[in-house]
């Protein structure tokens, strides 16, 4: 998939212009994206225009406006977006009440790596945690988690006859949600992605 540039983020007022036609295409996109896994847990998969949208609406937020500060965020974010064979995401903890957040975070220490997507021919594909060591430690876990899966290219195959399950299988939670059609097809855009 492809990377993002400087010369892909918009100055502020040509943003301006856009935003409301971009965000509501990005909206509409994350619907088919995002993925409940129980009561706890969503996962969003990303591509180059939600990390433009990321980076635009950061952009903009915080009145960024030289080259240097937009090329800062560009090369981070740019780390979020796939490579070929391959999905990107961030799994979110979705407590919003405080004490129940404290209750759980100390509990899913190690979430990061208990998600997976089973396939129809028995294959699994494990996460593969980006940015561990300043998101969780040994007591407690991060609310956002950055993952990536790598398919194999018959495992890619495999994700586009389906069913395709998203599975988080951990000691203290668990969740099998099967994706829709809808989801599978989009994210199999991901991973036949040219670079």
């Not at 969503?42 to 090329?71: C, G, K, L, Y």
Request: charged share 35%; aromatic share 8%.
């Amino acid at each position: 998939m492809r990377k993002l540039t400087l010369a892909d983020i918009k100055d502020l007022r040509e943003y301006a212009r856009e935003r409301d036609d971009f965000r509501r295409r990005i909206i509409e996109m994350k619907k088919r994206r995002r993925v409940d896994l129980g009561d706890l847990l969503t996962i969003v998969f990303e591509n180059t225009d939600t990390m433009r949208f990321q980076i635009q609406e950061m952009a903009r937020a915080e009145r960024m406006v030289s080259d240097e500060q937009i090329a800062h965020e560009v090369e981070t974010y740019n780390e979020l977006i796939p490579e070929a064979g391959e999905l990107s995401s961030t799994l979110f903890v979705e407590i919003d009440n405080k004490e129940e957040l404290y209750k759980w975070l100390p509990r899913l220490v190690g979430i990061q790596r208990a998600v997976a997507f089973w396939l129809q021919d028995g294959s699994s594909v494990v996460a593969i945690p980006e940015d561990e060591e300043r998101l969780t430690r040994e007591e407690t876990t991060s609310t956002v988690h950055y993952l990536k899966f790598r398919f194999t290219p018959e495992q890619v195959d495999t994700f586009g006859d389906g069913p395709v399950r998203l599975v988080v299988d951990h000691p203290n939670y668990d969740a099998v949600v099967e994706l829709t059609d809808e989801q599978r097809e989009e994210l199999l855009s991901d991973l036949r992605a040219p670079l």
